[in-house]
């Protein structure tokens, strides 16, 4: 459904309040997701990026947290680098969580103390594990776009971060944590997130080895900013760009 959109002539790309785009691909994959889970789940919540949060689950129920495309203004942009992103929430914690890029061939998945795996456009399965570096002078950092750094006042402690790291790359999106998952980064965090951007992405840094939090330092996809570690280096990441 997204492939057969991907660099379509006639792509029809809207804004929807936040100034944010979106094509009629994001919403139909997340129709197309609401309805296989309510055939499939019909007691179970769904929560979603152009459909709304829906109804709260009852505690220790079942909710899950869609984003059709993650990565939409690549995607508008003909830039091979989005993907659909669900995980599932029994009570307060995430339990499985699937991140799927179909330009990219490639597939991530994750099950709460089952491990992390990736696929890749061949077949082959992999165990992922977050990597060992342990100093930033040896760290490779992702992060997002510069602009919600500086709206949210913390452009310095990004740069700060990035000086003390050996390299850094924009690589944003779901695709700064599946390369932490993959031990190929380090460090990657953005100050102003959805739920549906992290939910996913939280639990295969976590089950790769990994640590995720927001920006406080609470173990959590839904507070607004996500900062995903391998780990070893998340508390001197905290005190550079934490809150």
């Not at 709260?56 to 995607?75: F, L, Q, S």
């Not at 989005?82 to 914690?93: M, P, S, V």
């Not at 165990?127 to 760290?139: D, H, P």
């Amino acid at each position: 459904m997204t492939v057969e959109s991907f660099r379509a002539e006639g792509l029809v790309v809207e804004n929807k309040p936040d100034q944010t785009p979106v094509t009629e691909a994001d919403r139909a994959v997340e129709r197309k997701v609401r309805a296989l889970l309510a055939q499939a789940r019909p007691g179970d919540v769904v929560a979603g990026e152009e459909y709304g949060p829906g109804e709260e689950a009852a505690d220790g129920g079942r909710r899950w947290i869609v984003d059709p495309i993650d990565g939409t203004k690549n995607y508008v942009r003909g830039i091979p680098v989005w993907a659909t992103l669900l995980a599932l929430e029994e009570g307060e914690q995430i339990t499985v969580a699937v991140a799927s890029a179909p330009a990219l061939h490639r597939r991530w998945w994750a099950a709460r103390h089952n491990g992390a795996f990736m696929t890749d456009g061949v077949g082959d399965t992999k165990r992922l594990r977050v990597s060992g570096v342990s100093e930033l002078a040896e760290a490779q950092l992702s992060f997002a776009g510069f602009e919600d750094w500086e709206a949210k006042g913390r452009l310095d402690a990004l740069l700060e971060l990035g000086r003390r790291c050996w390299r850094t790359r924009a690589f944003g999106d779901f695709w700064g944590y599946m390369l932490v998952a993959e031990g190929a980064v380090e460090i990657s965090c953005e100050p102003v997130v959805e739920l549906w951007d992290l939910a996913a992405p939280q639990l295969i840094v976590e089950e790769a080895g990994g640590r995720f939090t927001d920006l406080s330092g609470e173990a959590r996809a839904g507070g607004g900013s996500g900062v995903g570690t391998n780990g070893l280096l998340h508390e001197a990441v905290l005190e550079i760009v934490g809150l």
